[in-house]
């Protein structure tokens, strides 16, 4: 059973930076597709960024792009997001996510996805 521990949330003040850590069980880390997702309260949970198996396609969803990083350290079994200026509307429960998908790409949506983490909670205080 392959298994998503993340890591490095918290609370924060606007403007701040926090990172991300989601390390996968799998020797075989480096053939997913890494993404991360978030859910804030009383909304649907919604695509944050992903990253393919080489590192050379990433997503971004349009609110977070230039603020926020997607990667990953294939011999760590670790994916990474780095959160910089962060608002208080960035105040959610971070998810990562593993997919084996067939194509080596930064998927979007959650049907993608095979193994998810349980979540670390992320706290933006203005």
């Known amino acids: 059973q392959v298994q998503l521990v993340e890591s490095g949330g918290g609370l924060v003040q606007a403007g701040g930076s926090l990172t991300l850590s989601c390390t996968v069980s799998e020797r075989t880390f480096n053939t997913y597709c890494m993404g991360w997702f978030r859910q804030a309260p009383g909304k649907e949970r919604e695509f944050v960024a992903a990253i393919n198996r080489r590192s050379s396609i990433t997503n971004y969803t349009d609110s977070v792009k230039g603020r926020y990083t997607i990667s990953r350290d294939n011999a760590k079994n670790t994916a990474y997001l780095q959160m910089n200026d962060l608002k208080p509307e960035d105040t959610a429960i971070y998810y990562c996510?593993?997919?084996?998908?067939?194509?080596?790409?930064?998927?979007?949506?959650?049907?993608?996805?095979?193994?998810w983490g349980r979540g670390t909670q992320v706290t933006v205080s203005s």
């Open positions: 996510a593993a997919s084996y998908g067939v194509t080596d790409t930064a998927y979007v949506y959650e049907v993608h996805y095979d193994y």
